[in-house]
């Protein structure tokens, strides 16, 4: 499976709007986690059905539903027939591949991007897709997996610290959205560390075998992490925007903020880009340096001894006459000689600054 | 035949308007096929003429025209005399190298672009040239060769299967341009696939012949690829615009959503010419990373044995007076002194790393 | 001569206006050729002077004076004064060197740009510059020397073959322009079919001499239709902007399929120049991969035989006390000592697959 | 800790607003310095707490408040409460990896920024980040550490040198901008005169041990410089645009000098970088022209000694019956060989220009 | 120094607006030329003072006062306060590292450029800051040393020659401007002309020595230019949008003229930095070419003579029982072996493509 696309095979030519989840199955039932609160009240619930949610919705309270698990088109249809959501946004939302993206219909504003994981073990990431339907008095959240990630979200409205509780479903999803945005810039804070590691190692005489594969590898990763976030930018910029208010103004600074951190986030990801070029080709640099170097042994050694072995060759002749065996000193002279090449031979190379 | 453009000597020097069919004829004779539906009637019918479609045609109803064959000029100008379009609209749509492109005039909207087809055999994208004609009441296809492409939507029209039969000419286009461009997807997969495959062959120690071959094979592909797609971006984006009315509002939403296929396409493309980049850069490294550990075995080699052979050579020497030959135990010495060269550069050689 | 810039010394530091002839003299004496026509009418004559000329300007009718010769300061000045055409436009009509532009005065239209010609003796371009003067009634073109270009065009004239008699003087411009890109068009194909020519050789083992000489000219080639063919696309966008309505409504589609042409020029030119430098590329990993080729070849025979010739040279020293050499079956011994090396290098080289 | 990211993990999944320091602690206690001052009046004290200045915040004198360390929370949370700041703007002051960014509020306008540091020691750049909120009457400039960068702009005002003691609050924070982008330009100067030192060297015959390090080194502090000062460009279109008013017309010219020394700052980075993509070229092409070098000596030098090496082992073999061993001038028709094999080879080389 | 910076230590931490002349004094004293004109009148004097020039200034006619010397503060400072120009303008004239821009005050037009000299000994570019201040009826202009580059004009002016003298200041700010870059475009031709010159030198068997060097020169040059003429560009566009009135409409058409010849020049420093690039690639495919090409006779050189070399080792030995020895035609089976090793090897090369 090509890891820049899903296998769409599921989908194409079938009707538009059809509920078919293109993604791997993650989860074998879906849950529904439900938290309704205003300053005054809170009320925590897991409901077995979406119907049971709707009691609920009120125009001073905030609802958050959490539905964790894409895989059954009943919930998802369901879904759609109680919130009045578009059979062609609830395909986006299936489809774990949808380009992060922003919605805003009449009703309802849809955010769809990726929850982004680094796996320890494969030393890659990997990416969850998670939709947020935001209207005036609910905020609905859709994952493919039941995760920790907003625990801490959900401590701080049940123990009605900070503004949460005060706030509307806006903030909600600023709150989600800040966090998910942290993590981006955890994680390239990760691989950031990795890549610079290498770069020490590509300095070092005798490289590690399989770096120029690491290096390959987080070219890679940084590429899965600008496709993901870079699209987070053009929603930021269209929340910002504002258009069809269903930020309220008073609120609409923490989500300059957020925007702050998403231009930071594709910043550092642009410099890791060319700090990677860069060690691409510095790595390539490196070998041609030390091949340099072994070849200049290979040749100083290969100089010395060839033209010593090629007269002790000659004085290893069988001619009947060979004069210089005879002398007395012949043998004596046979190592002056020698010296003497050698002599030459090292000033020679010594000039050219070979070793 | 260059790839990147058609055989344009035909038409170089010809009155503009000239209906000269720039491409390869793919079929033997002009088919014709109809589709006349609203929400409670349904024809279809294989007119052998273009006239015979003329009565279909009704402002309650659906025609959908397909044309098979783009070489008879006799059709195209018949085409053109009972539609009023214009012999420039006329020739772009013979022109199969006509770059995809949305023109809008008073009466009709008419898109060009490209079906893509990947032939396993060869290795290669074709591309087949489509125009779609769109007018209120009916829309007109036009494609150079037969094929099943369209089917599934033929189907689901024949039985009365979701929304195509409520709908308008709008909503038929919307679901061939769907069908195209998830078949854009389909393609980038296949490709994305392969390129991934000869990511994993490069990193192994000997590299299969004619892998750069092959990556340069990816490259020309998706080369292919872009100059087809992006310019379906350009549609799309004035498609959305929809100045002059043709799509009505409604049906909005689904031409959006194309849209994002559409920019996912072209990011994919995007990602996938950055790896192809980075293989072959790699590539590179590696064949220099292989030479380079060849020539350090050589080194080591001759390094070893060249001073070796040069102390057997002196031995060998025929001199009358060479002492050493007549020592009693000359020959271990001769050994032991093998041994001591032997031994010293095995400590140089390990102290620089070398093996 | 800078191929990219022409030689500018006689033209710095003159006077503003100053007309003087920046090129090569390429026509011995200016030729000036009328065409005067309508629907009905139809003139053609070569007056010997520009004066001769002014009788046939009538509204209702067309004419068309092509000039051929920009060396006679005189003429392209009577040109100046007839028609009322600033001094400053006259000199970049005789710049050929001039950027391809449109300039809209209250009077005029004057577009300036290059007729290109593929040399295949010398395989280069060479550009030729072209100035149309274009008002309601007539159409005024410059060019360097006589070239029967045009004459498809002045034979559809004669023949009153197609719209051209029945248009006015804006519909032949488009003609003329028509011309000129198809023209484009030819050459790139005819430089794709070379580029992609080369492309073959990269991958045949032995590159024919010159391939990279080959590659760079193609090279710069794209570069000098580049630099020729982009400000056309500006041209052509000011011209369907059409601001200042020398071209009829009506006609304004055909400079629009005209646009379409450039656009699809100069893309082409984009993906050639992107193919180019993967073979530029390619090219260099190959020689690596050869020299890594013959390298294997040279350190599997060396190291094969480095140690063998050692063992011959040991049995060759003349020690007075030497056993091996006195063993009845020393000789045998020897052979099967170098077989045994022989096979323990073909295992270990075997092993690290270098052959 | 990844240097082009702060270490993030205190402010992950915190509330936002919450006044945590992300960065180094670079000072044991906070420190406020206060000038206030008109024409005519100057008052220069060190309160104990914030408290303190605000009884000297007239509307007709200007205040300068100066804060030294940010790890003092509480300091931070009084000055939000005097100044109306909200939390998540004080955030953002004390994360130290903050992008440089203006914030315009209806009250006061925030601009952050960095402070470069060049240090010799380690020849790496480190940032200091500095805040400036500005109102009417008042700036305020928060730092991580106290420095004595801004202390010839206090020496002015003390000494009622030049303007600022006549203009207000927007001029005061000019000219402490002033300061820091003249900084920026002195570090690129420095760093200028690095990289075009190196540049000398990479065509010395013998290129310094740890160039290539060098060269990188020079790229990640480009890329630090320019991480770091290409917002500020964006900081001053911002101002320069003054929707808010908080700089007087009469003072925007200074903030139009600015920036023009930060799009001198800009295009000067850019051009270094250009110049270190070169270098590496340069570098690498280099190394493979000085492995040539060696290699032809290796080939010449083996190419001389092989064959005449060969013809010495013939005549040293022990063959009952080799006629040239017997003949009388037979050492010396061998000695006429080699001669002749030399000067041919000799001759061979010559032609092929290998030495 | 840094060349693509000055040196800004003098300016750093002094007051905004200081007249301190940052560069290099080229002249001794200050000298200051008037030109006084009208159609009818001409005066010409070479006045001491600037308060000299003053009663010339009237409304019908054109004065041009050049100051040639940027180093006397007290002059600059008196031309500020004749003048009514800020200091701050007044600085960046001083400063000959201003980036070329235009400001357009309430009073005034001021162009900052640069003058550009090919220096043929060093073979480098040097550049010489000029502004241009321009007002209805005068032109001043400062200039950093006393140069006749633009004496023609003042012949021309003197001689009454052509349109300078009937026309008013901003045709005489055109006149200038259109030398200065007329100049560029002759310095890109010089530059262009060496360029084209290394090319042929790439092709070569033998390249000179420093050829790289060259290129890299060239490429700094190309820098040097692009940084100094690409600001012209914005100059230029904002001089035809005309705001402020400064140039006269009728006048207007030979700035956009001036506008055509930027663009030229862009672009051909453009195509130039692609064929610089172009050149170091290949340079580097070069040098790979010639060592694959002198590996080559180094393998087969040894390759052929190694295995003989052993063979005539192999009897050289001295076992007692060596019976090839003793055959009758021993030696010439010994050549035969050879001679079948020698084809053997001939024909597997020769297979190979090697030589
Ligand atoms: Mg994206
Ligand atoms: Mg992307
Ligand atoms: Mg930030
Ligand atoms: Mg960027
Ligand atoms: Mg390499
Ligand atoms: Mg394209
Ligand atoms: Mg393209
Ligand atoms: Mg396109
Ligand atoms: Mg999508
Ligand atoms: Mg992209
Ligand atoms: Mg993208
Ligand atoms: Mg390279
Ligand atoms: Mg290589
Ligand atoms: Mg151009
Ligand atoms: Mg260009
Ligand atoms: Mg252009
Ligand atoms: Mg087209
Ligand atoms: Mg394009
Ligand atoms: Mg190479
Ligand atoms: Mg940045
Ligand atoms: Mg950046
Ligand atoms: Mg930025
Ligand atoms: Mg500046
Ligand atoms: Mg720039
Ligand atoms: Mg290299
Ligand atoms: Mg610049
Ligand atoms: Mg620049
Ligand atoms: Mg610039
Ligand atoms: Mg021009
Ligand atoms: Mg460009
Ligand atoms: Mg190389």
């Not at 001073?60 to 895989?71: P, R």
């Amino acid at each position: 499976m090509a890891r820049f696309l899903n296998d769409r095979k599921a989908a194409s030519g079938q009707m538009p709007g059809s509920l078919i989840h293109l993604g791997t199955k993650k989860l074998e039932k879906v849950r529904i986690r439900l938290l309704n609160y205003s300053i005054d009240d809170f009320v925590e619930t897991e409901p077995d059905e979406l119907d049971d949610c709707m009691p609920y919705i009120e125009k001073d309270k905030v609802s958050w539903i959490n539905i964790d698990g894409l895989h059954d088109a009943g919930v998802i249809q369901k879904l759609g027939d109680l919130f009045e959501i578009h059979g062609l946004l609830l395909e986006d939302m299936l489809n774990t591949d949808q380009r992060p993206k922003v919605t805003e219909t009449e009703k309802l504003m849809i955010v769809i991007l990726k929850l982004l994981e680094y796996d320890e073990k494969t030393d890659r990431l990997s990416s969850e897709q998670i939709s947020l339907i935001l209207d005036d008095s609910y905020l609905i959240t859709l994952q493919e997996k039941v995760g920790d990630y907003f625990d801490p979200i959900r401590d701080r409205i049940r123990k009605s610290k900070g503004r949460l509780r005060r706030k509307g479903a806006d903030y909600l999803t600023y709150a989600l959205l800040d966090t998910i945005v942290d993590n981006y810039l955890l994680i390239i804070e990760t691989l950031g560390n990795m890549i610079e590691k290498t770069e020490a190692q590509i300095f070092t005489p005798n490289q590690p075998k399989g770096l120029m594969q690491k290096i390959y590898k987080h070219k890679t990763e940084i590429n899965f992490l600008r496709k993901n976030v870079r699209p987070v930018k053009e929603i930021l910029h269209r929340l910002i925007e504002n258009e069809s208010g269903f930020i309220a103004d008073e609120n609409m600074k923490y989500f300059q903020d957020l925007n702050d951190l998403v231009m930071q986030a594709t910043e550092s990801i642009e410099i890791y880009q060319m700090m990677l070029n860069d060690q691409m080709n510095i790595y390539h640099a490196n070998l041609d340096s030390k091949a340099n170097e072994i070849m200049k042994v290979l040749t100083v050694f290969s100089a010395f001894f060839i033209p010593l072995t090629f007269v002790a060759g000659v004085y290893g002749m069988n001619f009947d006459n060979l004069p210089e065996l005879h002398f007395k000193y012949g043998y004596l002279y046979f190592w002056i000689i020698l010296i003497v090449i050698t002599l030459g031979l090292l000033i020679y190379f010594r000039k050219r600054k070979w070793f």
